[in-house]
């Protein structure tokens, strides 16, 4: 199931339906000549649209706007402490050359889980994130997670490793397993806004007792129809399709 997902992660990349649109085109281009043409239009015109970044900021703003943002300054007293999802760090063949802490475009994960560890002594961190990525090599995320708390000279007791997991399904089910862990306890669940509403509900389907705490915010209140990037739009394509899909590859398992 884990590669099988990797796989159709791969066809939500939109760059990938060019590709197969423009090797479509080739293909028939012989016998087919006017169906060519029909493909390289269409293609042609997806090009167009993906940059066009309103509509993916969109659907990226309503996954977003699911669960409230927590004030920095908010009382985290009544819970047990807070669970980090992984997916903000760099790739670990990349952190295996260097000895600096290296982050990624998720990177305020870890940034803000510091913050609250540093605001608040006495509240417990829980990285979980083993590798997520078939092709694996360096460290595991949660080893780079600790690099990254470690340069900020969080103590060593305040944080707590799941380094197994591979996708939010096992964040939530191995997490639970760790000593000291009860996932009946209020815990805060921070993760990327967008891929808050699957983590919620992985979580609770899993008998977490979670509160939303969203970080990594990355639509504007305001859309600005004549915003247009090739490269913004692939990124937005990519990342709200891969969330949509994996909301509906969790449904169909029956993980939310």
Known sequence: MFIFSKIVGWFTQPLTWLLLGLALAWLISAKRPVLARRALGVAGLLLALIGWQPLPELLIRNLES????????????????VVVLGGGTAAGRLQQSHLQPLINDGGERLAVSAALALRHPALPLVYTGGEGDPAGGGPSEAARARQFYESFRIPAVQVRYEAESRNTYENAVLTAKLPGVNPQDRWLLMTSAWHMPRSMATFEKAGWNVTAYPVDYRAEDVTVWTRYSLLGGVSDWQLVLNELVGLAAYRLTGRL
């Open 66 to 81: 699911r669960y409230p943002e927590i004030a920095p300054a908010a009382d985290l007293s009544v819970y047990a402490g």
